[in-house]
């Protein structure tokens, strides 16, 4: 496994090592011990699997409030997603900012986002199956979520008129947003 290096301070993309021959490939999908050996000890207590039947789906941006705040693996297992993580820790020097990155069953990346981040992606195409794990249980009473298209934020994201959820189109703006994250308190 190798980090790919960022400016978002906690934030890491994640190269896993990928063995190829003629049957395919084999690859970890998440190890205790090497997150440990890269700084990381997580406690991941829940898996989750969303399935996107169309491109264009857009889900997010989804975050828990603390005490039931949750840090997050996310990776594709099939297709591909635009996937951004906005950092919402004040104090943080990426406050704010939208981190980019296509995810997909052919790069096999996988994203570590900590606690304090919004998370959004989009399906660039059909079929494409989401997986991450948490570490906290769903907790509906502590949902929170940011504009998918704010002004604000660069999303820039490659679709106009995405799949949206109703839930999705009622999320306030990041400026109209208090924040209860505090870089550092991960």
């Given at each position: ?7 978002f ?23 205790r ?16 699997h ?27 297992a ?50 494409t ?19 998918w ?19 999705d ?18």
């Amino acid at each position: 496994m190798r980090v790919v290096p960022n400016e978002f301070p906690g934030l890491l993309l994640i190269e896993p090592r990928v063995f190829r021959d003629a049957r395919g490939f084999f690859l970890e999908t998440w190890s205790r011990e090497a997150f440990r050996a890269a700084g990381l000890d997580v406690d991941f207590v829940q898996d989750n699997h969303g399935h996107s039947g169309v491109a264009g789906v857009l889900r997010g941006f989804h975050f828990q409030r603390p005490p039931k705040a949750q840090a997050k693996l996310v990776w594709v297992a099939r297709g591909a997603v635009l996937d951004l993580a906005l950092d919402l820790r004040r104090g943080s020097p990426t406050y704010g900012r939208v981190f980019r990155q296509e995810l997909s069953s052919r790069n096999h990346l996988r994203l570590f986002l900590p606690r304090g981040f919004a998370h959004a992606y989009l399906t660039l195409e059909p079929g494409t199956d989401f997986c991450y794990k948490v570490d906290a249980p769903y907790a509906p009473e502590t949902e929170g979520g940011i504009l998918w298209n704010d002004p604000d934020l660069d999303c820039r994201w490659p679709v106009a008129e995405p799949v949206l959820s109703d839930k999705d189109l009622l999320h306030g703006r990041l400026r109209d947003f208090e924040t209860p994250f505090v870089f550092g308190q991960e």
